[in-house]
């Protein structure tokens, strides 16, 4: 069982930055990929990007690709987004997910692979 916890959503303006944090319950998350996904209004889930914990492979949306940036903080047990040249686009929940796995990163996109999720962070980007 993993308990995520996620913080540092906000309201920021068009071209501004925040970095999500996410808090792993485990102290050991050894063979896990943790990944990172975004829900606006009346969408559906859509994936953002993922780190292995083992390697720190990283595996991003092309929407996001050099935008935003996925690490971990091994010593904490928590996963970071850092989000730069925000849009209006990326207005939405925010949500962190772990998944016991060692598959290629390329397949770390599917949301139903993820057994534990946190409960979100709303992300606002005004124009």
């Known amino acids: 069982q993993v308990r995520l916890v996620e913080s540092g959503g906000g309201l920021v303006q068009f071209g501004g930055s925040l970095r999500l944090s996410c808090a792993a319950s485990?102290?050991?998350?050894?063979?896990?990929?943790l990944g990172w996904f975004r829900q606006a209004p009346g969408k559906e889930r859509e994936f953002v990007g993922s780190?292995?914990?083992?390697?720190?492979?990283?595996y991003y949306a092309n929407s996001v690709k050099g935008r935003f940036t996925v690490s971990r903080d091994n010593t904490k047990t928590t996963v970071y987004l850092q989000m730069n040249s925000l849009k209006p686009e990326d207005t939405a929940a925010y949500y962190c997910?772990?998944?016991?796995?060692?598959?290629?990163?390329?397949?770390?996109?599917?949301?139903?692979?993820?057994?534990?999720w946190g409960q979100g962070t709303q992300v606002t980007v005004s124009s």
């Open positions: 997910a772990a998944d016991q796995t060692t598959i290629p990163m390329l397949y770390t996109d599917l949301a139903g692979r993820y057994d534990y």
């Open positions: 485990n102290s050991d998350l050894r063979d896990y990929v």
């Open positions: 780190i292995s914990w083992n390697s720190g492979a990283t």
